[in-house]
């Protein structure tokens, strides 16, 4: 969805391997806060600018919203945390795949997440009830 792929943009800004540590130090104590969603952390970077930005990041599943934060807070964690990647996929349903490759003789380390969801506007089906 292009609001993801917008916003992807500023998140890759503040988790790429120079910044990571000032973003760190502005969003932890949140990360760690269950009173605090994910929209108000996004907000605070400055990762959502548009109402839309918003309602979309709103719109994410709650297991995915919390799948995310434990991920950040764990990177968090380390000594060094490492880059993390951001990239959206279209899908039929909300997906997320996380890659982790550890530190190498070339790498310090890094996390893909891939976030799948659905095209704006491209509604579920209706499979009726369950009995």
């Keep these: 969805m292009p609001a993801y792929q917008r916003m992807f943009g500023r998140v890759n800004q503040h988790f790429n391997i120079d910044s990571i540590g000032v973003t760190r130090d502005a969003i932890e104590q949140a990360l760690l806060d269950p009173q605090t969603n994910l929209v108000s952390i996004a907000e605070t970077l400055g990762i959502v600018t548009t109402d839309g930005e918003r309602k979309v990041l709103e719109a994410l599943?709650?297991?995915i919203q919390a799948s995310l934060r434990a991920l950040l807070a764990d990177n968090f964690a380390r000594v060094q945390p490492w880059e993390v990647q951001f990239v959206w996929e279209p899908a039929y349903d909300y997906r997320l795949t996380v890659h982790e490759a550890g530190p190498s003789a070339i790498s310090?380390?890094?996390?893909?997440?891939?976030l799948g969801t659905r095209y704006p506007g491209d509604a579920l089906s209706t499979l009726g009830t369950a009995s």
Excluded: W
């Design 108 to 114: 310090d380390g890094g996390i893909s997440v891939i």
């Design 61 to 63: 599943p709650r297991g």
